[in-house]
Structures are given as C-alpha cells and as structure tokens.
C-alpha cells in the first residue's frame, strides 16, 4: 500500500549543483504533480503532467525541469541550484486531471541549497 | 484568478472544546474546494471536499465543512477536539473551468491543542 513515494527524504546541495528528485505511485494515476511548500506561502504547484508523455507548467515553473517517460514516475530536476530552491518539495498523483480530483500526497522531500 | 485566504496563522484550542477554521476563496463560478491535513513531517492528507450538492460536508475524523456562497467561504468544524488533532490545516481551490486539475492552496492554520 505504497501510495505515493517520494526520495530522498532530506538532501543538502551546493549552489550550482544539480540533483533529481524522484516521485513513483502505484496507484496507475494518469495525473501527477509536484509543488514547492514555503514558510507562510502554502503549496504552490511547479509542474504537473496529465499522463506519459504529457507536461506543462504550474504557478512557479523557472529553474526546475520534468519528464513523464511513464505512468509510474515522475521525477523533477534542478539543472542548476540556487538558495531561493530552499523548500519542501512534495509530489502528488490523482485518478485523472480533471477538475476536482483529490490528490494523494507523498511525505515530501527537504531540501537545502548551500 | 483563483485564490485562497486563511486568515488564522495559529490557533490554539483546549481539548475537548470545538473548532473552526476560517477560508475564504475567489473564484468567478461555483469551485471545487477541499481541506487538508498535514501531520509534521508528512505529506498532505484529504479531510474532505465540496463539488455540488449539499453545502454541508461531512469528512474523515469527525470534521465537517460548510459552503456559503453568500459569504465566499469554507470553513472547517469539529466538535471536539483531541490532542491528535494538532496539526497544519490547509484550504484548497480548484477551477471547474481550468480545463485539468491546478489547485491553489491557502497559506495554512497551524492548530495547536492545549490540555
């Protein structure tokens, strides 16, 4: 009963260093996504993906990439940190896109940039 | 656009006393809206959701929402609180109209339970 799975859990990174952070669900979700969670800010949405193959951008898109090779994964990439990355990055998936689905949240992943 | 306020950074209740948790929205048409639940360290759990239909929503661990459309508003209820209650609580927005799925969320109420 995995749900969503989200690794690592903490990481440290130098500025200028890239890193990918990973996202799996078993729940055959066609719909995934990944937010950012800052002090006082809330949950802004980076990217998500509508099924393999399927990409397009949230609220806070720059300096971050995503590809969805499967229905599985969907992993995020920073090419190149910065300290403004500084967050709690958290990976959600949903039965399908459409409007008012509920979301499954993995436990999220704390990164640092130095 | 969409977009969620959460007028409560902190709230502090004593257990046993009832709860609410204020959010407003701005949305131009009916929206789909849901509370969360984070647990510290953890992921976002869904405690309920308003698509149509009755305005009150009954939700998991005994909360309850209630839409007012007059009033642009959703909040949260419990009864009675339990110490396990303590958590962060946040509201989300969801556009019917956005074509696929792009929730905004609220800023959060961090919930705090005194004995």
């Known amino acids: 009963n995995a749900g969503v799975t989200q690794t690592p859990k903490f990481q440290v990174l130098k500025t200028g260093q890239s890193m990918t952070l990973q996202c799996a669900q078993d729940?055959?979700?066609?719909?995934m996504s990944w937010y950012r969670q800052d002090p006082g800010m809330g949950l802004r949405l980076i990217h998500y993906?509508?099924?393999?193959?399927?990409?397009d951008q949230g609220e806070v898109p720059n300096g971050y990439n995503v590809s969805r090779s499967t229905t599985e994964d969907f992993p995020l990439r920073l090419l190149s940190a910065a300290p403004s990355q500084t967050s709690v990055y958290f990976c959600?998936?949903?039965?399908?896109?459409?409007?008012?689905?509920?979301?499954?949240f993995g436990d999220g992943t704390r990164l640092s940039i130095l | 656009a969409q977009s969620v306020t959460q007028p409560d950074i902190h709230i502090t209740v004593s257990e046993g006393a009832s709860l609410e948790l204020r959010c407003n929205y701005s949305?131009?048409?009916?929206?789909?809206l849901f509370w969360y639940v984070q647990s510290p360290g953890q992921g976002l759990q869904l405690l309920l959701k308003?698509?149509?239909?009755?305005?009150l929503v009954q939700g998991i661990k005994g909360f309850e929402a209630e839409f007012k459309r007059s009033q642009s508003s959703f909040n949260l209820r419990k009864p009675s609180v339990h110490w396990s209650d303590a958590a962060e609580y946040f509201c989300?927005?969801?556009?019917?109209?956005?074509?696929?799925?792009?929730?905004?969320f609220g800023t959060g109420t961090r919930l705090l339970v005194s004995p």
């Open positions: 959600a998936s949903s039965a399908s896109g459409l409007p008012g689905q509920p979301q499954h």
């Open positions: 729940m055959n979700h066609e719909y």
């Open positions: 993906s509508v099924g393999a193959g399927i990409t």
């Open positions: 949305y131009g048409a009916t929206p789909y």
């Open positions: 308003y698509f149509s239909g009755d305005t």
């Open positions: 989300a927005v969801g556009g019917r109209n956005t074509g696929f799925q792009k929730l905004v």
